[in-house]
Structure formats: structure tokens, C-alpha cells
């Protein structure tokens, strides 16, 4: 059974602080892993990395996967009151050599940044 | 464009009653899925579809049914309502090769 787990599952900052967020993960046939933000409501994606030390960016949210240890990080630099959110970490696995999209999901760490 | 649509947003049910969740989607994407989100948890697979006439299990099927006769749609039925079943559903769909998924803006759903 594939397996998905985030640390920590909450965490408060203040605005500015540089926040890091963890996942780990055990699945076979691994195709890629995915981060998405959610903000009361659907989840947003943020990243699908696929190969490991390739750093994928955007602003001031970047996330690295390293295929040998079996994890993935995200980091959120200068954070802001609008990162508050729970970030759910996901991996898709291939099934027959075929991917069908299918998520097993962490169960998200809450960030709580303060002005 | 509305993307993936979910109704109702909000439902309180009785033990033992049935309803229908309904999603649909105007990307014309092949796949499609169901998934619940339990309070201070990650979201489980139902079940998904990967084109008309075809649907398969996820994770957590037990007390539920789904049917897909066209692309856009993708109800999932909810038969004799249990307690167990209180939950936020979202509805996602992706393109056979898409990097993401897109999701509904989900269903609260409460049984009572």
C-alpha cells in the first residue's frame, strides 16, 4: 500500500520566517510527487517533481525530491499572512507502466503565519 | 471558463438516506475522480474514471457508486447514508497526460 507522510503537521510563524516542509513517502512504481496548496477549500498545485536534485521555483516557493531517500521538501521563504494554508503532498504511482492520475495524498501540515 | 463544477455545495442527510454528489468538467479531460478529505486529514481516492463507460475503485469505494456515460460528468452516488460518510468530497479531473489535477471547490456533506 503506498504511503505518504508529511512533518510537521502544523506549524506558526511570523511573516518573513523561512518555514520548510516535509514529506515522506513509500510507494511502488513511483511516477512523480506533487505539492498543492489548500486554502479552505480546493486544492491549488503548486509542483510535480519527477527527477531527484532538480529544484523546481516559483517566487518565494521552491521544493526539491530526492528519489534514493525517499522524500521531498518544500520551501517558503520570507513567508507571508497569505501563505496560511495546509499543504498536502502527494505521490501518483504507474500501475502496468500506465499512469492513471491517482493521488495518495499526506495529510497535510497547516502553516499559520502571523503579521 | 468553469472548470470543475460541484453540487450542492452543502448537505445535511439522514441516516439511511440516499443522494447524488455531481461534478462535471468543461476541459474535456479523459480522467476523472472522487475523493474525500476527513477533518486534519490528506484526501482518499473513491473512485475514479479514466473515460466514458469506464470507472474502477480507489482507496475507500464501500458505501458508494459512481457511473461516468459521458466525458463532462461524473456523479457519485451515496447509498443508505452512515454517520462514517460525514466528510468534504472534491471531484478532480486531469488530461491522459496532464501534470496536474483540477479540483472542484467541493461538497460538505454531514450525516445525521
Known amino acids: 500500500e503506498d504511503k505518504v507522510v508529511q512533518s510537521p503537521l502544523s506549524l506558526v510563524v511570523h511573516e518573513g520566517d523561512t518555514v520548510t516542509l516535509n514529506c515522506s513517502y513509500e510507494?511502488?512504481?513511483?511516477?512523480?510527487l506533487l505539492w498543492y496548496k489548500q486554502e479552505k477549500k480546493a486544492p491549488t498545485f503548486l509542483f510535480m517533481l519527477t527527477s531527484s536534485g532538480i529544484e523546481k521555483k516559483s517566487g518565494r516557493l521552491s521544493s526539491i525530491l530526492d528519489k534514493k531517500e525517499l522524500f521531498s521538501i518544500l520551501n517558503i521563504t520570507a513567508t507571508q499572512t497569505g501563505d496560511s494554508a495546509v499543504y498536502l503532498c502527494a505521490v501518483e504511482a504507474l500501475a502496468g507502466g500506465t499512469s492513471y492520475g491517482k493521488l495518495t495524498f499526506g495529510q497535510g501540515t497547516i502553516l499559520t503565519v502571523h503579521p | 471558463n468553469a472548470g470543475v463544477t460541484q453540487t450542492p455545495k452543502f448537505r445535511i442527510l439522514k441516516i439511511g438516506q440516499s443522494m447524488t454528489l455531481q461534478c462535471t468538467q468543461d476541459?474535456?479531460?479523459?480522467?476523472m475522480y472522487w475523493y474525500r478529505q476527513d477533518p486534519g486529514m490528506g484526501l482518499k481516492l473513491i473512485y475514479y474514471s479514466v473515460g466514458a463507460g469506464i470507472t474502477d475503485k480507489g482507496e475507500v469505494p464501500n458505501g458508494y457508486n459512481v457511473s461516468r456515460s459521458t466525458t463532462e460528468d461524473f456523479p457519485l452516488r451515496l447509498e443508505l447514508a452512515a454517520p462514517s460518510q460525514t466528510s468534504v468530497y472534491f471531484c478532480a479531473s486531469r488530461t491522459r497526460t496532464g501534470v496536474q489535477a483540477f479540483f472542484g471547490q467541493g461538497t460538505r456533506l454531514t450525516v445525521v
Open positions: 476541459m474535456n479531460h479523459n480522467y
Open positions: 510507494v511502488t512504481n513511483f511516477r512523480s
